[in-house]
């Protein structure tokens, strides 16, 4: 038994994604019609009839593939609708990519999708069967069972609250100065450090500044065999590997769980490099994109997705390895910090930016002659998650 | 009857300062948002080490969380008592309370009372009312610290005190009125009661009433040899008589007697004498400390605690009402706290699994109680986001001390005072309400400063 992957077997050729932000004018309807027209003008030699298949990832803002295929008027297709929390809009990635290389289409397309602020609420609302209400989800919300992190992190590794607390707010300000230079963001203004740092308080030491927005946004791909991509696109974006773990929830139920590190992370990262042939992820990638929902999130993912040692990432991200014009830029789109977090649609924002910069179409954020890069996704909280991991590259192989 | 073997008292850790109420000094002991009669209960009885064997539990309470359904069952659940223990509840007022101590000491078992007292802003009850619970265990194994000697009852129809069924707060005649009704009842009480028993006195009288005149005539009403106590947190409900037993258990001598007078409608009467067994099996914490220190709590959110003001939540949806079923599948975890540990392995699961998260053995575990056990906090938050009663929400991830974790709430949280490495002991709570459904569970509860 083994993980094998589909490397170099399925590419991306076209790809949409709508303006993320608090689009009070826009149904979750009009969010998907906005990022599928998008890639569909990009790609002439494709129609909708040509589309064979449709997954679309969404938590909350609609069931069953009717939520897709009403609003886009199509007709007698498959479509099917996933869920995997935060990870949703990945997994509609990865089964698209997974049924094209089965041979079973040519041409499929994933979309993801959210609809957030129409709630009336703050951050994300839970949807569970009913329980016996002991659950410690139902009453600690995520900025609460992500803030857990740090004073853990702190203990572990002796790091002063202090240096924790400017390590937090160095991840905040970069993602809000990436996320300034794109059009696409909800917020797209630098924060100063010191406002950052005086946010009024969410949950621990985690200020608003360190939380992903809340927003509303729709993203989509189309998907097709690699030896077709070029027929469609000039610069297509190969996928080298599409990783996926389940926990246990060991962690949540195991004193030997530290909370400095997502174990289903490191799994799902070491899956995907084996499937992608990565033998050091510190220099293999041009970009990453990964699941920023809170600041102490991005530290720890720094170490477990093995772009540093463990117990370094605070350092590193204070020294700017992470930055821009740094040796690994993080989340150069501005990441969920600035482009909030529609729970379905973000892991195919994270591929939107690969896809941007592979074809040099990132205008201000453009990186010098990127060629690999890393997604990641994170569903649930430290002790009990999802993670899905994908690397794509500009060339099929190595 | 059978003999008095054990004895605990609970107060709650909050106080109402005195300048907040028209108290000229001291405070008031007050339940916190997630304690309610069924829950301080749950805290009195589990003190008593025998309690977890008695063969009945009879829960007199003023202030029942529930009508229409039993309250003692949630009791009977969270001490985790055998299926064949009868459990009952004594609804209504002090007499309650007393009617639970007789059946108890006619049959054998736990009589606990526990009350929420609640008055008008700026009302006598505000002032001089008290919240808590007492729990006093009789027959059943191990030594009586105290045996009945005799009681006596009087029933007296008359308008002192009452309250609507649908009133949170209650109302009183005047004063005078009941005072004089009260005072003649004790009397006669009193009287009988010695004559029954073929004594002069007694060396400790409890006297309780609902009425404050009484109490504060109580050393002039009726003469003890060595003390005259009353309510030591000031009028409490159905507990009122059982919380002053307790104090004065917590200092009599052996072979001492101790005259209970609790007149509320009538007066009754129980007298009992203290055996050589009772010095060494005092509570663990004396009603007096028990009362002293405390945790300060705001005028303005007591009063939304109790539903008399209303606060801004947070921009969160309430929580859904935990489902009946579900619940009850989870009966052993949800009210008794017990988890699962793997036969094969080892691991301990909290809540229980069936199949092991350590080793994926399936259907091979032990039931494994615990919450009598301690915790140390792995990790810790303060949530001002979550919907609470009473925010911010404390969280902590919590290490049981012979395996298993968990995270849950912290009560009576003092966040500036939670660490990493914290000693945490487990409390029976009140998490929230919806639906009129009261979700039970358990909270960890930060060790005192006595604790260091």
């Known amino acids: 038994m083994a993980s094998k992957g589909i490397a170099g077997k399925v590419a991306v050729v076209a790809m949409g994604c709508s303006r993320f932000g608090e689009r009070w004018d826009s149904s979750a309807d009009d969010l998907l019609v906005e990022a599928v027209t998008e890639c569909m003008t990009s790609v002439p030699k494709l129609d909708r009839d040509d589309i064979d298949a449709y997954w679309l990832g969404t938590l909350s803002s609609g069931m069953s593939g009717l939520?897709?295929?009403?609003?886009?008027?199509?007709?007698?297709?498959?479509?099917?609708?996933?869920?995997?929390?935060?990870?949703?809009?990945?997994?509609?990635?990865?089964?698209?990519?997974?049924?094209?290389?089965?041979?079973?289409?040519?041409?499929?397309?994933?979309?993801?999708?959210?609809?957030?602020?129409?709630?009336?609420?703050?951050?994300?609302?839970?949807?569970?069967?009913?329980?016996?209400?002991?659950?410690?989800?139902?009453?600690?919300?995520?900025?609460?069972?992500?803030?857990?992190?740090?004073?853990?992190?702190?203990?572990?590794?002796?790091?002063?609250?202090?240096q924790m607390r400017d390590a937090m707010t160095h991840v905040a300000w970069k993602n809000h100065a990436n996320g300034a230079h794109n059009p696409k963001a909800q917020f797209r203004s630098p924060v100063a450090k010191e406002t950052i740092d005086k946010a009024?308080?969410?949950?621990?030491?985690?200020?608003?500044?360190?939380?992903?927005?809340?927003?509303?946004?729709?993203?989509?791909?189309?998907?097709?065999?690699?030896?077709h991509a070029r027929d469609y696109a000039e610069t297509p974006m190969y996928v080298r590997a599409l990783s996926l773990v389940a926990g246990s929830g060991r962690g949540a139920m195991d004193p030997g769980y530290d909370y400095t590190s997502f174990p289903e992370v490191v799994r799902s990262a070491r899956d995907a490099y084996q499937q992608a042939?990565?033998?050091?992820?510190?220099?293999?990638?041009?970009?990453?994109?990964?699941?920023?929902?809170?600041?102490?999130?991005?530290?720890?993912?720094?170490?477990?997705?093995?772009?540093?040692?463990p117990g370094q990432s605070w350092k590193d991200v204070l020294a700017g390895d992470f930055d821009a014009d740094g040796r690994l830029p993080i989340n150069p789109d501005g990441g969920l910090k600035s482009f909030g977090h529609p729970v379905g649609a973000s892991g195919l924002r994270m591929l939107y930016e690969a896809w941007l910069q592979f074809r040099g179409e990132a205008g201000q954020r453009q990186l010098p002659d990127p060629h690999t890069a890393l997604t990641h996704n994170l569903g649930g909280r430290p002790g009990s998650c999802v993670s899905f991991v994908s690397v794509v590259g500009r060339e099929a192989g190595r | 009857m059978t003999g008095l073997v054990g004895y605990a008292s609970y107060l709650p850790r909050y106080r109402l300062a005195g300048v907040d109420i028209g108290l000229r000094r001291g405070d008031r002991v007050v339940a916190a948002f997630d304690e309610d009669s069924t829950t301080m209960a749950v805290a009195a009885s589990a003190d008593i080490p025998g309690a977890r064997t008695a063969n009945a539990l009879y829960f007199a309470t003023s202030t029942p969380a529930y009508a229409d359904k039993t309250n003692a069952t949630a009791i009977h659940a969270a001490l985790g008592l055998p299926a064949d223990c009868l459990a009952v509840d004594f609804c209504g007022s002090?007499?309650?309370?007393?009617?639970?101590?007789?059946?108890?000491?006619?049959?054998?078992?736990?009589?606990?009372?526990?009350?929420?007292?609640?008055?008008?802003?700026?009302?006598?009850?505000?002032?001089?009312?008290?919240?808590?619970?007492?729990?006093?265990?009789?027959?059943?194994?191990?030594?009586?610290?105290?045996?009945?000697?005799?009681?006596?009852?009087?029933?007296?129809?008359?308008?002192?005190?009452?309250?609507?069924?649908?009133?949170?707060?209650?109302?009183?005649?005047?004063?005078?009125?009941g005072t004089e009704r009260y005072a003649a009842l004790i009397r006669a009480a009193v009287e009988r009661v010695l004559d029954t028993a073929g004594l002069p006195g007694a060396d400790h009288v409890v006297l309780t009433c609902p009425n404050s005149g009484i109490v504060k005539r109580a050393a002039t009403l009726v003469k003890g040899e060595k003390s005259v106590v009353t309510s030591p947190i000031g009028f409490s409900g159905a507990c009122d008589a059982a919380l002053a037993l307790c104090s004065v258990l917590d200092i009599a001598d052996a072979g001492q007697t101790?005259?209970?007078?609790?007149?509320?409608?009538?007066?009754?009467?129980?007298?009992?004498?203290?055996?050589?067994?009772?010095?060494?099996?005092r509570q663990p914490r004396p009603v007096t400390a028990q009362r002293a220190g405390g945790l300060p709590v705001a005028h303005l959110t007591y009063l939304s605690w109790r539903g008399l003001v209303e606060l801004e939540p947070p921009r969160r949806?309430?929580?859904?009402?935990?489902?009946?079923?579900?619940?009850?599948?989870?009966?052993?975890?949800?009210?008794?706290?017990?988890?699962?540990?793997?036969?094969?392995?080892?691991?301990?699961?909290?809540?229980?699994?069936?199949?092991?998260?350590?080793?994926?053995?399936?259907d091979r575990m032990s039931v494994i109680p615990v919450a009598g056990l301690r915790g140390t906090v792995a990790t810790h938050t303060v949530d001002y986001l979550a919907y609470s009663p009473s925010p911010p929400v404390v969280q902590a991830v919590v290490d049981v001390t012979g395996g298993g974790r968990f995270t849950c709430e912290v009560a009576d949280a003092e966040p500036e005072r939670i660490h990493v490495g914290s000693t945490v002991g487990f409390t029976f709570r009140r998490l929230s309400t919806a639906g009129h459904v009261h979700n039970y569970f358990w909270k960890a509860r930060l060790d005192g400063k006595r604790d260091g």
Request: glycine share 12%.
């Open chain 1, 67 to 162: 939520t897709l295929s009403r609003p886009l008027g199509i007709g007698d297709k498959p479509v099917t609708r996933v869920e995997n929390m935060c990870a949703s809009g990945s997994e509609a990635f990865r089964n698209a990519c997974y049924a094209v290389a089965s041979g079973a289409y040519d041409v499929a397309m994933a979309v993801g999708v959210e609809k957030l602020k129409d709630s009336g609420f703050s951050g994300l609302l839970r949807q569970d069967p009913p329980g016996d209400g002991t659950a410690a989800e139902l009453s600690m919300t995520a900025p609460a069972a992500f803030s857990l992190l740090d004073p853990a992190y702190c203990a572990k590794y002796g790091v002063h609250a202090e």
């Open chain 1, 200 to 227: 009024p308080k969410v949950a621990g030491r985690l200020g608003v500044f360190d939380c992903s927005g809340v927003s509303d946004g729709a993203a989509c791909a189309i998907i097709v065999p690699a030896e």
């Open chain 1, 277 to 309: 042939g990565i033998d050091d992820p510190r220099t293999a990638f041009s970009l990453a994109e990964v699941h920023d929902c809170f600041t102490p999130t991005e530290i720890v993912l720094m170490e477990d997705l093995g772009f540093t040692d």
């Open chain 2, 94 to 177: 002090g007499r309650s309370g007393f009617a639970a101590l007789l059946a108890a000491a006619n049959t054998g078992g736990l009589a606990v009372s526990a009350d929420v007292r609640v008055g008008r802003p700026g009302s006598a009850d505000e002032k001089l009312g008290g919240d808590g619970g007492a729990a006093l265990l009789f027959g059943g194994a191990g030594p009586a610290i105290a045996e009945v000697i005799a009681t006596a009852s009087l029933t007296a129809e008359f308008l002192d005190r009452w309250r609507a069924t649908t009133s949170v707060t209650g109302e009183q005649w005047e004063e005078r009125f």
């Open chain 2, 258 to 281: 101790i005259l209970v007078l609790s007149a509320v409608d009538g007066c009754d009467a129980m007298l009992l004498r203290t055996t050589t067994a009772l010095p060494k099996a």
């Open chain 2, 317 to 362: 949806p309430e929580p859904d009402r935990a489902s009946g079923p579900a619940a009850g599948r989870s009966t052993p975890w949800k009210f008794g706290l017990s988890g699962s540990r793997c036969d094969a392995c080892g691991f301990v699961h909290l809540p229980p699994a069936r199949v092991c998260k350590g080793c994926g053995a399936t």
